[in-house]
């Protein structure tokens, strides 16, 4: 089992050796700008030690992505990303709560938006959506400080950005809080279709409930929906079809298979699957919806990564080290806007559930 602080170190030998664009980075390597974004931090401020962290974090991702192009120059396109799903793993790792994890690994995911957004014409949405992940004026803030934490011919162009971005949070109501919508509902709606009206309150045409799970394997995902479940709740559950067919793309087939069974009568069911990525739920919800199906995502975590390690080692078919490795690197946490109720879950050593639904978002 790997520890986040060997991880860190080696993460940033492989940072100092990352070499940067000169246009862009002419400070150097990116050890040396992350050093720079951190010191031009305001030595105080609310919550100052989260941004720092995303300060830390934010270019953690661009060893990974940096490319030299034909025409000589340095890429990195899709650190942020990235780097979001290792920030992730590092601060599970040290046991960081996942209400303060899941705030600095949206401000790693969106770290570069405040410098381009402006020219957006979506640029209100994607306010209103970053602000149910995060407060967009730690963003704003860490955006100043890597505008300043560098050495460039545009960096009093990229700070006046950063003040019209601050700006139009300000004026949208979203500098300090989220855009209050209506309901769980109403937010699920208007990110899902682009000519929503923000404040429209949604009508719940629903013939029927899914419980979406998500969670890595061995998270507590089955016991939670024994225990914690709606009673009776019919169950399509991946691993057991597994048991019976081996072709994996005939298992998604057969569940989903079975899902429209259910959705066709409307009968409320959970869909039980690590779901680990955005992209893989927002497939089934879309299959659910399109059936007037609400969705319920229950996000499961164990307690700690020795629990998880613990439990999978205990489990009759455990999962090989590798495979858990290669699904901690693609680990997104679901976030607010995805469905119409998130709910995040954490299972401890005794098997009891606590409910940590009180993430950013959650508060509109």
């Given at each position: 089992?790997?520890?986040?602080?060997?991880?860190?170190?080696?993460?940033?030998?492989?940072?100092?050796?990352?070499?940067?664009?000169?246009?862009?980075?002419?400070?150097?390597?990116?050890?040396?700008?992350?050093?720079?974004?951190?010191?031009?931090?305001?030595?105080?401020?609310?919550?100052?030690?989260?941004?720092?962290?995303?300060?830390?974090?934010?270019?953690?991702?661009?060893?990974?992505?940096?490319?030299?192009?034909?025409?000589?120059?340095?890429?990195?396109r899709g650190h942020s990303a990235r780097g979001?799903?290792?920030?992730?793993?590092?601060?599970?790792?040290?046991?960081?709560?996942?209400?303060?994890?899941?705030?600095?690994?949206?401000?790693?995911?969106?770290?570069?938006?405040?410098?381009?957004?402006?020219?957006?014409?979506?640029?209100?949405?994607?306010?209103?959506?970053?602000?149910?992940?995060?407060?967009?004026?730690?963003?704003?803030?860490?955006?100043?400080?890597?505008?300043?934490?560098?050495?460039?011919?545009?960096?009093?162009?990229?700070?006046?950005?950063?003040?019209?971005?601050?700006?139009?949070?300000?004026?949208?109501?979203?500098?300090?809080?989220?855009?209050?919508?209506?309901?769980?509902?109403?937010?699920?709606?208007?990110?899902?279709?682009?000519?929503?009206?923000?404040?429209?309150?949604?009508?719940?045409?629903?013939?029927?409930?899914?419980?979406?799970?998500?969670?890595?394997?061995?998270?507590?995902?089955?016991?939670?929906?024994?225990?914690?479940?709606?009673?009776?709740?019919?169950?399509?559950?991946?691993?057991?079809?597994?048991?019976?067919?081996?072709?994996?793309?005939?298992?998604?087939?057969?569940?989903?298979?079975?899902?429209?069974?259910?959705?066709?009568?409307?009968?409320?069911?959970?869909?039980?699957?690590?779901?680990?990525?955005?992209?893989?739920?927002?497939?089934?919800?879309?299959?659910?919806?399109?059936?007037?199906?609400?969705?319920?995502?229950?996000?499961?975590e164990a307690a700690s990564p020795a629990l998880?390690?613990?439990?999978?080692?205990?489990?009759?078919?455990?999962?090989?080290?590798?495979?858990?490795?290669?699904?901690?690197?693609?680990?997104?946490?679901?976030?607010?806007?995805?469905?119409?109720?998130?709910?995040?879950?954490?299972?401890?050593?005794?098997?009891?559930?606590?409910?940590?639904?009180?993430?950013?978002?959650?508060?509109?």
């Amino acid at each position: 089992m790997s520890t986040g602080l060997i991880r860190y170190r080696e993460l940033v030998r492989a940072m100092r050796a990352c070499p940067q664009d000169a246009v862009h980075h002419a400070e150097g390597d990116v050890w040396t700008h992350v050093a720079m974004v951190c010191r031009a931090l305001p030595p105080a401020g609310d919550e100052r030690e989260l941004v720092y962290a995303a300060a830390l974090l934010h270019d953690v991702a661009k060893p990974l992505c940096t490319r030299v192009e034909d025409d000589g120059r340095i890429t990195a396109r899709g650190h942020s990303a990235r780097g979001a799903l290792l920030a992730r793993r590092l601060l599970w790792e040290r046991g960081v709560p996942v209400e303060v994890r899941e705030q600095i690994c949206a401000l790693v995911r969106f770290h570069q938006v405040p410098f381009y957004l402006i020219e957006r014409e979506d640029a209100a949405r994607t306010v209103r959506r970053m602000s149910q992940s995060l407060r967009c004026a730690h963003l704003a803030t860490l955006a100043r400080a890597d505008a300043l934490g560098r050495r460039c011919a545009d960096q009093q162009e990229l700070l006046t950005r950063i003040g019209l971005f601050e700006e139009l949070c300000r004026e949208l109501g979203c500098l300090d809080q989220a855009w209050p919508f209506a309901d769980g509902l109403s937010r699920f709606e208007y990110f899902r279709r682009e000519d929503r009206d923000p404040a429209y309150r949604a009508y719940d045409a629903s013939k029927c409930e899914v419980v979406l799970m998500s969670g890595l394997p061995a998270s507590g995902k089955d016991t939670w929906l024994r225990e914690k479940g709606p009673p009776g709740l019919p169950v399509i559950s991946l691993d057991a079809l597994r048991e019976e067919i081996e072709d994996r793309g005939q298992v998604i087939q057969a569940a989903k298979e079975q899902a429209r069974v259910y959705l066709r009568a409307g009968t409320a069911f959970a869909w039980n699957a690590t779901n680990l990525t955005r992209d893989l739920r927002g497939q089934l919800i879309d299959l659910f919806t399109d059936y007037y199906a609400r969705t319920r995502i229950v996000h499961v975590e164990a307690a700690s990564p020795a629990l998880w390690w613990e439990r999978n080692a205990a489990r009759e078919r455990p999962v090989p080290g590798p495979a858990m490795e290669r699904m901690l690197e693609r680990w997104d946490v679901p976030d607010v806007t995805e469905a119409a109720k998130v709910e995040w879950w954490r299972s401890g050593e005794d098997g009891s559930f606590v409910n940590e639904t009180n993430l950013p978002g959650s508060r509109s």
